[in-house]
């Protein structure tokens, strides 16, 4: 067992860093209509509240969380993990179960990442953190070759360093930041690039069995998180590994995404409804459904009709 990083307890005096509404400037406050800020407050709060429904509907859905839960919420210092951390720490006030919350980071040693930013805010905001220290950067630029995207090598350090922490400090959950369009974007990545009808679940056993993985923001949109973001003022720290490459497969569908979203708005809500509603028998996995079988089936089924049951089906269909 390695040397656990050390442990960062909450303050007992710790205050959000972000108002329920950020606090406007005197500035702003002196030209801005009274009805002006009720109306942006009101907005926010419509939001928030959404954020709220959606996350909570997602973990009742798919039973993420149970009582006594400790719940390892991986810290990127990106817009969707700051607006998990901050959704969940407000469930958990009115939550009717009692689960445990603290926030880990991966400080994956990039060059200029700002390691105070992430401390700073999690102690200000009162929630227990570790930073965990692990040179998965020069890894990463060492196995990638030349022209290839860091991400896949990325991705895998980073879940195997998370999973095996989660299990030195007791997690029963790990909580990732994916939303909604993170998992129809790999639906149609592997769609387009792998020949695999595949996404990101909501919830996930890991191969090695020992961890549950979560997604609490998988019914919630990106535009909503992003502008949730924004009106807390969250400190974002960019990513400077995938986030520098170009003409990366997932931003080209991310961006389709967005374009879709703004020609036909009830477009990703379809797709993301037919990701809820498999039909293994309209599909040609035979994996999934017995098509070899189904003149058996046919037989199987005709053998339990009596002539009472075919006259009612010949009246139905008459």
Not at 40 to 46: D, E, L, P, S, V
Not at 146 to 169: D, P, W
């Amino acid at each position: 067992m390695s040397t656990l990083p050390e442990f960062q307890p909450p303050l007992d005096d710790a205050k959000p860093v972000a108002a329920w509404f950020p606090d406007m400037s005197e500035t702003d406050a002196e030209t801005a209509s009274t009805k002006e800020t009720a109306e942006r407050k009101f907005q926010f709060n419509k939001l928030q509240k959404r954020l709220r429904r959606l996350t909570g509907q997602a973990i009742k859905d798919y039973n993420m969380i149970q009582d006594g839960d400790k719940v390892m919420v991986c810290l990127s210092g990106g817009k969707d993990s700051y607006t998990m951390l901050e959704i969940l720490l407000n469930l958990q006030i009115s939550a009717p179960i009692k689960f445990e919350i603290v926030a880990v980071n991966l400080d994956q040693k990039q060059p200029d990442f700002p390691e105070e930013v992430l401390p700073a805010y999690l102690t200000q905001r009162g929630v227990p953190f570790y930073i965990l220290e692990k040179n998965t950067y020069s890894i990463v630029k060492e196995l990638t070759p030349e022209g290839q995207t860091y991400c896949a090598v990325c991705s895998r350090l980073r879940r195997g360093n998370l999973y095996a922490f989660a299990q030195e400090i007791g997690a029963t959950k790990v909580a990732l930041g994916h939303h909604r369009d993170d998992i129809m974007a790999t639906l149609l990545l592997n769609l387009f690039h792998n020949g695999r009808l595949k996404a990101m679940p909501p919830k996930l056993l890991s191969d090695d069995g020992k961890n549950i993985l979560i997604r609490p923001l998988a019914y919630c949109k990106e535009k909503d998180i992003a502008e949730y973001a924004e009106l807390k003022e969250f400190p974002i720290i960019p990513c400077n590994l995938c986030g520098s490459q170009a003409n990366l497969q997932r931003a080209h569908v991310n961006q389709m995404l967005r374009d879709w979203d703004k020609q036909f708005p009830q477009r990703l809500d379809s797709m993301f409804t037919a990701i809820q509603n498999i039909a293994p028998s309209q599909l040609a996995d035979s994996n999934l459904f017995d098509f070899v079988g189904l003149e058996a089936k046919r037989e199987s089924m005709a053998s339990t009709f009596t002539d009472e049951n075919r006259l009612k089906v010949v009246n139905i269909t008459m």
